[in-house]
C-alpha cells in the first residue's frame, strides 16, 4: 500500500513535541546531517517514538515493482501504470522517431508499417518519405524504369509496390537500386561433326583467321567473314603492339569496324553500320584484346582510319575475328560449377575440353599460328580437365566419361562483353557421341519488372545504395 505522503507534516532538524500537536501515525522528515531520513510517530506515552521509515527515495521505491512506471496523465494525478500503457500513451503523443540509444528490440510478434503512400516516377526518380509505398509510372505510361531512390537514411527498410496493375513499373540497378544474387545455370549440347576433328566451341564460338593484318597506310584495310553468314557475333582484334604512326600535328589513325549490324535489343539490322574498335592505334598494348559492342551479320571489314592531321603514313598489325560466348544473358555473374557427361563415338587421346572466361584477358598475338581465346593456364582459364586428369584423359569407344569442377567463384560482367565458352578439341573423327555440359552459377538480374498488384520488391539502405532483401 502507497504511503499518503501529505502526512509528512514536519520537517527540520529538532524532533517534534507534544507540543506541536504530534500524533501517533504522523511523520517527521529528519534533516539532520547528510542524509535526510524518514521518521514515523509510533507511540506519544510516556514519551515520543520516532522510528526511523525510509529514505525519501526509498519511500517512493515503495510505490512500485521492477515493472511499473509512474505516468501522470494531468498535473495533478500521478499513478503507477504497467510498461505497455505507457507505450501506448508515448505513441500518441511522440513527435519524432523513437531513438532506442543502440539497444536490441527482441521478442516482436509482428511489425505492421503505416499504410502506403503513393509515388509517382519523374526521370526515373523516387522520394521515400515512408517505409512502404506504391509506385505508379511518370504520367500514367504504359510502362516506366525506376532506377534511383532517395531520401535514404543508412539501415532503412523499404517497400515497394506498383500502385496500378495496368501499368508496369520496371525497377534497374542503373542507379542507386542493387539486386542479390540468383542462383542460375545454362546448359549445352556438343556431337562432333561426321569426318571432323580439331578445335570446337560449347556456348558460342570463336572465328578467326590463323594469319594476320598487318595494314598500313597503302593497303588500310582487311575484310572478314562470309557475305549473308548470320554470324550476330561481336569482332573482335589483338594486337601486336602499339601502331606506328608518322610525327605531326594532331595526326591520329583508329581502327573502324564496318558492315552490318544487329540490335539485340530491338531485332533491328542496319546496313552500312560502323564502329571504332580502337581510337589510337598507338595506344594500343601488346598482346591487347578488343571487341565490338554491336554484334554483326555478314562480312566486315577493319579499316585504319585517319581521324586527326594528316599522317603521311601509319601502320598496325593485329589478329581479328567474331566472338560470340555466353554471359547468363548478359549479367553479373559468378560461375561455381562445371559439369560434363558424355559418350566416346571413337577413341582418342587428345580429347580435352577448357572452361573459359572471356573477359580480354590470356590473348595472345601471333603472326602465322593465331588461336582465339585465353592461353593454357592463364588467369582467363578456368579449369581444364587435362591439366586436372594428367594421365587418365583418354577417350574410349563407346563408354562413357565426365569431368566436374565445383566450389569455384570465377566473377564475369555479362553487361560489359564479359562472358565464358567452352573450348573442346579433338583428335580423332566424331570423338564425342553425345556430350551435355552443365555451367552453374549466381547472377545478378539487371532488372525487376513489377506489373501485378501481387509484386513487390523489399530493399534495405546501405548509405549509398538500396540493396535488395
Same mark, same amino acid.
Given at each position: 500500500?502507497?504511503?499518503?505522503?501529505?502526512?509528512?507534516?514536519?520537517?527540520?532538524?529538532?524532533?517534534?513535541?507534544?507540543?506541536?500537536?504530534?500524533?501517533?501515525?504522523?511523520?517527521?522528515?529528519?534533516?539532520?546531517?547528510t542524509v535526510e531520513t524518514l521518521k514515523k510517530c509510533t507511540a506519544v506515552s510516556p514519551s515520543i517514538?520516532?522510528?526511523?521509515?525510509?529514505?525519501?527515495?526509498?519511500?517512493?521505491?515503495?510505490?512500485?515493482?521492477?515493472?511499473?512506471?509512474?505516468?501522470?496523465?494531468?498535473?495533478?494525478?500521478?499513478?503507477?501504470?504497467?510498461?505497455?500503457?505507457?507505450?501506448?500513451?508515448?505513441?500518441?503523443?511522440?513527435?519524432?522517431?523513437?531513438?532506442?540509444?543502440?539497444?536490441?528490440?527482441?521478442?516482436?510478434?509482428?511489425?505492421?508499417?503505416?499504410?502506403?503512400?503513393?509515388?509517382?516516377?519523374?526521370?526515373?526518380?523516387?522520394?521515400?518519405?515512408?517505409?512502404?509505398?506504391?509506385?505508379?509510372?511518370?504520367?500514367?505510361?504504359?510502362?516506366?524504369?525506376?532506377?534511383?531512390?532517395?531520401?535514404?537514411?543508412?539501415?532503412?527498410?523499404?517497400?515497394?509496390?506498383?500502385?496500378?496493375?495496368?501499368?508496369?513499373?520496371?525497377?534497374?540497378?542503373?542507379?542507386?537500386?542493387?539486386?542479390?544474387?540468383?542462383?542460375?545455370?545454362?546448359?549445352?549440347?556438343?556431337?562432333?561433326?561426321?569426318?571432323?576433328?580439331?578445335?570446337?566451341?560449347?556456348?558460342?564460338?570463336?572465328?578467326?583467321?590463323?594469319?594476320?593484318?598487318?595494314?598500313?597506310?597503302?593497303?588500310?584495310?582487311?575484310?572478314?567473314?562470309?557475305?549473308?553468314?548470320?554470324?550476330?557475333?561481336?569482332?573482335?582484334?589483338?594486337?601486336?603492339?602499339?601502331?606506328?604512326?608518322?610525327?605531326?600535328?594532331?595526326?591520329?589513325?583508329?581502327?573502324?569496324?564496318?558492315?552490318?549490324?544487329?540490335?539485340?535489343?530491338?531485332?533491328?539490322?542496319?546496313?552500312?553500320?560502323?564502329?571504332?574498335?580502337?581510337?589510337?592505334?598507338?595506344?594500343?598494348?601488346?598482346?591487347?584484346?578488343?571487341?565490338?559492342?554491336?554484334?554483326?551479320?555478314?562480312?566486315?571489314?577493319?579499316?585504319?582510319?585517319?581521324?586527326?592531321?594528316?599522317?603521311?603514313?601509319?601502320?598496325?598489325?593485329?589478329?581479328?575475328?567474331?566472338?560470340?560466348?555466353?554471359?547468363?544473358?548478359?549479367?553479373?555473374?559468378?560461375?561455381?560449377?562445371?559439369? /560434363?557427361?558424355?559418350?566416346?563415338?571413337?577413341? #582418342? &587421346?587428345?580429347?580435352?575440353?577448357? !572452361? $573459359?572466361?572471356? %573477359? =580480354?584477358?590470356? @590473348?595472345?598475338?601471333?603472326?602465322?599460328?593465331?588461336?582465339?581465346?585465353?592461353?593454357?593456364?592463364?588467369?582467363?582459364?578456368?579449369?581444364?580437365?587435362?591439366?586436372?586428369?594428367?594421365?587418365?584423359?583418354?577417350?574410349?569407344?563407346?563408354?562413357?566419361?565426365?569431368?566436374?569442377?565445383?566450389?569455384?567463384?570465377?566473377?564475369?560482367?555479362?553487361?560489359?562483353?564479359?562472358?565464358?565458352?567452352?573450348?573442346?578439341?579433338?583428335?580423332?573423327?566424331?570423338?564425342?557421341?553425345?556430350?551435355?555440359?552443365?555451367?552453374?552459377?549466381? /547472377?545478378?538480374?539487371?532488372?525487376?519488372?513489377? #506489373? &501485378?498488384?501481387?509484386?513487390?520488391? !523489399? $530493399?534495405?539502405? %546501405? =548509405?549509398?545504395? @538500396?540493396?535488395?532483401?
Amino acid at each position: 500500500m502507497a504511503t499518503d505522503i501529505s502526512t509528512i507534516v514536519y520537517i527540520g532538524t529538532t524532533a517534534p513535541t507534544l507540543r506541536d500537536g504530534v500524533v501517533v501515525g504522523q511523520y517527521w522528515r529528519d534533516t539532520t546531517g547528510t542524509v535526510e531520513t524518514l521518521k514515523k510517530c509510533t507511540a506519544v506515552s510516556p514519551s515520543i517514538t520516532w522510528d526511523t521509515v525510509a529514505t525519501p527515495g526509498d519511500m517512493f521505491k515503495s510505490l512500485f515493482d521492477a515493472d511499473t512506471f509512474l505516468y501522470a496523465t494531468n498535473d495533478d494525478t500521478p499513478l503507477a501504470t504497467s510498461p505497455a500503457n505507457v507505450l501506448a500513451a508515448l505513441t500518441g503523443h511522440a513527435g519524432a522517431a523513437f531513438d532506442w540509444n543502440n539497444q536490441n528490440l527482441n521478442n516482436i510478434k509482428q511489425v505492421n508499417l503505416t499504410d502506403p503512400t503513393e509515388l509517382t516516377i519523374v526521370a526515373g526518380v523516387i522520394t521515400k518519405t515512408q517505409g512502404f509505398h506504391t509506385v505508379d509510372t511518370e504520367a500514367d505510361a504504359s510502362s516506366d524504369d525506376l532506377d534511383t531512390i532517395n531520401g535514404g537514411v543508412i539501415g532503412d527498410l523499404l517497400t515497394i509496390a506498383p500502385a496500378n496493375a495496368a501499368r508496369q513499373i520496371i525497377v534497374k540497378r542503373t542507379g542507386n537500386i542493387r539486386f542479390k544474387f540468383k542462383p542460375i545455370s545454362d546448359a549445352f549440347s556438343f556431337a562432333s561433326p561426321a569426318g571432323s576433328s580439331g578445335i570446337f566451341y560449347g556456348g558460342g564460338f570463336y572465328y578467326a583467321p590463323a594469319a594476320d593484318a598487318n595494314l598500313t597506310q597503302a593497303a588500310a584495310a582487311v575484310s572478314w567473314g562470309s557475305a549473308n553468314s548470320a554470324y550476330g557475333a561481336k569482332a573482335f582484334i589483338v594486337s601486336k603492339e602499339a601502331g606506328v604512326v608518322a610525327a605531326g600535328a594532331g595526326n591520329v589513325v583508329s581502327i573502324v569496324v564496318s558492315g552490318t549490324s544487329i540490335e539485340p535489343t530491338t531485332g533491328v539490322r542496319s546496313a552500312g553500320s560502323t564502329e571504332t574498335i580502337v581510337a589510337n592505334i598507338t595506344a594500343m598494348g601488346a598482346n591487347t584484346f578488343y571487341q565490338t559492342a554491336k554484334r554483326w551479320v555478314g562480312a566486315i571489314t577493319f579499316t585504319l582510319t585517319v581521324t586527326g592531321g594528316a599522317p603521311a603514313t601509319y601502320s598496325a598489325d593485329f589478329n581479328y575475328g567474331f566472338n560470340n560466348t555466353a554471359s547468363f544473358a548478359e549479367r553479373h555473374a559468378h560461375i561455381t560449377r562445371f559439369n /560434363v557427361k558424355a559418350r566416346a563415338g571413337a577413341s #582418342d &587421346t587428345a580429347f580435352n575440353i577448357r !572452361l $573459359l572466361l572471356h %573477359n =580480354g584477358v590470356g @590473348w595472345t598475338y601471333s603472326a602465322a599460328a593465331f588461336k582465339p581465346g585465353a592461353a593454357v593456364g592463364s588467369a582467363s582459364e578456368i579449369c581444364n580437365m587435362n591439366t586436372d586428369y594428367v594421365t587418365e584423359k583418354n577417350l574410349v569407344l563407346g563408354e562413357a566419361f565426365g569431368y566436374l569442377r565445383t566450389d569455384m567463384m570465377v566473377h564475369f560482367d555479362g553487361t560489359a562483353g564479359e562472358g565464358f565458352i567452352m573450348e573442346i578439341t579433338t583428335g580423332a573423327n566424331k570423338a564425342i557421341d553425345t556430350m551435355t555440359m552443365h555451367v552453374f552459377g549466381h /547472377v545478378v538480374t539487371n532488372q525487376i519488372p513489377m #506489373d &501485378t498488384l501481387g509484386s513487390a520488391l !523489399l $530493399l534495405q539502405y %546501405n =548509405g549509398t545504395d @538500396w540493396m535488395e532483401l
